[in-house]
């Protein structure tokens, strides 16, 4: 590196830190940080089921993107979707069939609309799991 660069660079850092910068969690986009039935699961019971989907930050409500990852691989979804009262953690009502791949995406490249109070997107986050026979 020229000492041209590493001087800005290090001026660059520095005046990061003084102002502030350094505290990263008011530009990082939302992330999903815990689903009840985890991506890659085998032999869900198949019936009724609440999915939880966590987020790392209060989410919007009423402003969500639930997308197929192939043709009807989306389970049947009973009533809407219910954000808890720190609108940090998703409710969906599910009703699994037997038998069954489902995979889904929270938000895709084309389809964002879970996104935090300030309006940032989540990052997409692919859900898929299996049901016994």
Known sequence: M?????????????????????????RLPPVVTAVSIPTGTRNVPPGPCELRITFSEPMADQSWSVIEYGRDS??????????SAEDTELSLSLVLEPGRIYA?????????????RSGTPLVPYLVGFHTAP
Do not use: C, E, M
């Open 2 to 26: 020229t000492d041209s660069l590493q001087a800005g660079l290090d001026s660059y850092v520095s005046d990061w830190i003084v102002r502030g910068d350094n505290d990263l969690s008011n």
């Open 74 to 83: 989306i389970p049947k979804i009973d009533g809407l979707p219910q954000l």
């Open 104 to 116: 889904f995406w929270l938000n895709n490249n084309a389809h964002f609309n879970f996104k935090d």
